[in-house]
């Protein structure tokens, strides 16, 4: 069995996950900060533990500024209903997941809050956006900037430090969707100068599903960014109204500790290994992936079909067969798992010329080989030349 999907969600996790996970259940169980015996403070360990590991990442100073959530998508939601105040434009690429592009439709259309302006900057048919293009959108009113490190359908990373240097130089916010690149890109929230990062922990950070957060930097008023829930924090107990520090300002409720020990160990084993390692792996895989497949007849490989302008992410497609009929057929026939259709990105499939049908997409991760790849590409050609 192959397994290319880790677009979706990684797998199989790093070594010592499923152990870090098995030990909390086991062993330690307790509710983080809750409490003031020794299993409780056990697992606010672990927490804090997985907090300075997600700052480490991102060469972020301040651990306390990572809030965990649920996923990528609870953590967009926060900053984006949480900052956004009626009248406030928005500026996003026309290469977004929905987890942006959603919430910002709904607070453009005065929904949950707003109305808010928005600004979708179209990005070229191989999935790039210019920064000049992303310029020119800004307006007097242009709160904050939102994009995607990296598309989600072909993999093509969008101009985040260049977006930064915008932000800054017109006085707005930067927000980076980094849930296809936390763990497989370098990320640096000083230098490339971002302001809100949202992250997954069961993509590339290696952690098990139901973890993820937002970073929130040092240039973002606090004051006016609004918890998405409130409650019992474990903080301040006295007090019915919600604290107002961090993290506990934004994490009402009982946390995912069990998958926070998972993440801390996915954590442990990307920086031991080296984002710059895990990076130069996947370059490699996309790299065969992408002459293979744009060497085989019948097949479109879409996107910039540059390794070193992308994440290992590419979407093609056959022609003359529907993708979930070569989807269908690699599960069937030969045990490789991939995702087929819009992956969540509609707007990126208008802009790759794809929709409504959509692609197939192979996505290898961290524990993909050369040997696997290869086997991918035999089993398309198979198909290709039966098509
Ligand atoms: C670019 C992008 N943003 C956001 C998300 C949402 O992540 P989650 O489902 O973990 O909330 C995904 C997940 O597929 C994604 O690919």
Same mark, same amino acid.
């Given at each position: ?5 880790n677009? +979706? ?7 010592? !996950? ?30 804090y ?17 990572v ?52 600004? !979708? ?17 800004l ?75 937002? !970073? ?47 993440? +801390? +160990? ?11 390692a ?22 479109t ?38 995702? !087929? ?25 961290a524990?993909?080989?050369m ?17």
């Amino acid at each position: 069995m192959i397994y290319l999907d880790n677009a +979706a969600t990684s797998w199989p996790k790093p070594p010592g !996950v499923v152990e870090a996970m098995t030990r909390f259940m086991e062993q330690v169980g307790a509710n983080p900060g809750r409490s003031g015996h020794r299993l409780s403070v056990e697992a606010g360990r672990i927490v804090y533990e997985a907090r300075e590991l997600v700052a480490a990442l991102l060469h972020l100073s301040d651990p306390l500024r990572v809030v965990f959530g649920a996923n990528a998508t609870e953590a967009l939601n926060l900053a984006f209903r949480g900052y956004l105040r009626p009248g406030d434009h928005v500026v996003t690429s026309s290469m977004e997941h929905n987890s942006v592009m959603r919430p910002l439709r709904a607070l453009a259309a005065g929904q949950q809050g707003g109305p808010i302006d928005l600004t !979708v900057v179209p990005c070229s048919p191989q999935g790039f956006l210019r920064p000049e293009d992303l310029e020119a959108a800004l307006r007097s009113n242009t709160s904050m900037i939102a994009l995607s490190h990296a598309s989600n359908v072909c993999g093509s990373l969008l101009p985040v430090r260049e977006a930064g240097a915008v932000a800054r130089r017109h006085g707005c916010l930067l927000l980076v969707d980094a849930a296809q690149t936390a763990g497989v890109y370098p990320i640096d929230m000083e230098a490339d100068r971002i302001d809100l990062l949202a992250f997954t922990g069961h993509k590339g950070l290696g952690g098990p599903t139901g973890t993820g957060g937002l !970073v929130i930097g040092e240039r973002v008023a606090l004051e006016r960014l609004a918890p998405l829930k409130r409650g019992g924090t474990g903080s301040r107990s006295e007090l019915e109204e919600q604290p107002g520090f961090l993290p506990d300002v934004f994490e009402s409720g009982t946390a995912n500790a069990v998958g926070l020990a998972g993440l +801390a +160990a996915g954590l442990r084993w990307i920086l031991d290994r080296g984002v710059g390692a895990i990076r130069q792996h996947e370059v490699a895989l996309a790299s065969q992936l992408i002459t293979g497949l744009d060497e085989t007849e019948a097949v479109t490989v879409f996107g910039g079909k540059d390794a070193a302008r992308q994440t290992a992410t590419v979407s093609f497609n056959l022609s003359g067969l529907e993708p979930s009929e070569v989807g269908l057929r690699l599960d069937d026939e030969y045990e490789i798992m991939c995702r !087929v259709g819009l992956h969540c990105a509609p707007a990126a499939h208008r802009t790759l010329g794809t929709s409504p049908g959509g692609t197939v997409r192979f996505a290898p991760g961290a524990f993909n080989t050369m040997a696997q790849v290869d086997e991918a590409l035999q089993a398309v050609r198979e198909i290709a030349r039966q098509a």
